[in-house]
């Protein structure tokens, strides 16, 4: 089965600083793969997807990025963080059907 | 674009009670349907999941059926315990590969 691996689990960053959240995959090969955000108050926000290495979709303009530099790795950046910026990231991945969640990074933005 | 709504957004019940969950979505056209539980601060556990074919899906005290005609799905909850004490998501996926379209959540307290 799938597991989803997540680091670090909190992170406080100051305006303007950059940010590489990591994500990698176990368990599964070739699987897409997916960064949301869930903002206090809101629901689950899909940032970007994967459907293999290389390939990155945006769903909504941000100050953020990804990339997928292997198969089994997904990478959350911003050059220069803000505000806006802080909630909790999920990164999910889906070999085929269900989805499976890593256990989130909280980002604070000071 | 697909929406989903879930009612209540939040419940409160003493422990013992069955509870029912409901989620809405707007475009009946989906793949798959699947209800997570996610504790404070944390990630999501996924419950269960039903494909767009199925009607419903069991998983020892908790039962998902799926309305794809009507776009509905509900969340029945046995027994309940004061562990079930979580927010519960509701979310459906498309066809494509643009991920699950998420419900805001249902806070559920389960009162010893």
């Known amino acids: 089965s799938q597991t989803i691996h997540q680091w670090p689990a909190t992170l406080v960053q100051p305006v303007g600083s950059p940010l590489s959240l990591e994500c990698t995959v176990e368990?599964?090969?070739?699987?897409?793969l997916y960064w949301y955000r869930q903002a206090a108050g809101r629901g689950l926000q899909l940032l970007f997807y994967?459907?293999?290495?290389?390939?990155i979709s945006s769903e909504v303009p941000q100050n953020l990025s990804a990339s997928r530099p292997q198969d089994r790795q997904f990478i959350l950046s911003s050059k220069k963080l803000l505000l806006s910026d802080s909630g909790f990231y999920l990164c999910?991945?889906?070999?085929?059907?269900?989805?499976?969640f890593g256990s989130g990074t909280r980002l604070t933005v000071v | 674009k697909q929406e989903v709504t879930q009612i209540p957004a939040a419940l409160s019940v003493p422990e013992g009670e069955n509870l029912v969950l409901n989620c809405s979505f707007t475009?009946?056209?989906?793949?798959?349907l699947q209800w997570f539980r996610q504790d404070p601060g944390k990630g999501l556990t996924s419950l269960l999941l039903?494909?767009?074919?199925?009607r419903e899906q069991t998983s020892g005290r908790l039962n998902a059926s799926l309305d794809k005609s009507s776009g509905r799905s509900t969340l029945y909850i046995a027994a309940s315990q004061p562990g079930d004490s979580a927010t519960y998501l509701c979310?459906?996926?498309?066809?494509?590969?643009?991920?699950?379209?998420f419900g805001k959540g249902t806070h559920l307290i389960i009162q010893p």
């Open positions: 999910a991945g889906s070999p085929g059907g269900g989805y499976t």
């Open positions: 368990g599964t090969s070739n699987p897409n």
């Open positions: 994967s459907v293999g290495i290389g390939q």
């Open positions: 475009d009946s056209a989906i793949y798959n």
């Open positions: 039903i494909q767009s074919s199925q």
């Open positions: 979310a459906v996926k498309g066809g494509g590969a643009d991920g699950l379209t």
